[in-house]
């Protein structure tokens, strides 16, 4: 339903644990459809912290925090992520704090 608006791609790498120096360890990076905003916002971290959102991704794909977005030859890491549901609980899409 929401393919329609998400007609750019961005790079998702799923976090998929960490190396010997507590380092970030990421899957190979597959193009996932998007719409991607430039708007800064405050939002909470997964640890609760407060933090600035440059970017928000809308996306059909379930990206989780600490994934890592990469959008025209920027990369970022996924503060938050959050299914935007219908009125039947169905999930539309997510959005995505970058």
Do not use: W
């Not at 961005?10 to 970030?24: C, W």
């Not at 905003?37 to 996306?59: D, F, H, N, P, W």
């Not at 059909?60 to 920027?74: A, E, L, M, S, Y």
Request: hydrophobic share 45%.
């Amino acid at each position: 339903m929401m393919d329609f608006y998400f007609n750019l791609f961005a790079s998702h790498e799923v976090k998929t644990g960490a190396d010997d120096f507590n380092q970030p360890i990421y899957a190979a990076p597959v193009n996932i459809p998007c719409m991607i905003a430039s708007k800064r916002k405050m939002v909470r971290s997964a640890t609760g912290q407060e933090v600035i959102s440059e970017s928000t991704l809308y996306t059909d794909v379930n990206v989780k925090p600490d994934d890592r977005i990469t959008f025209d030859g920027v990369q970022m890491i996924v503060i938050t992520s959050a299914p935007m549901r219908m009125l039947d609980g169905s999930i539309l899409f997510y959005e995505v704090s970058l």
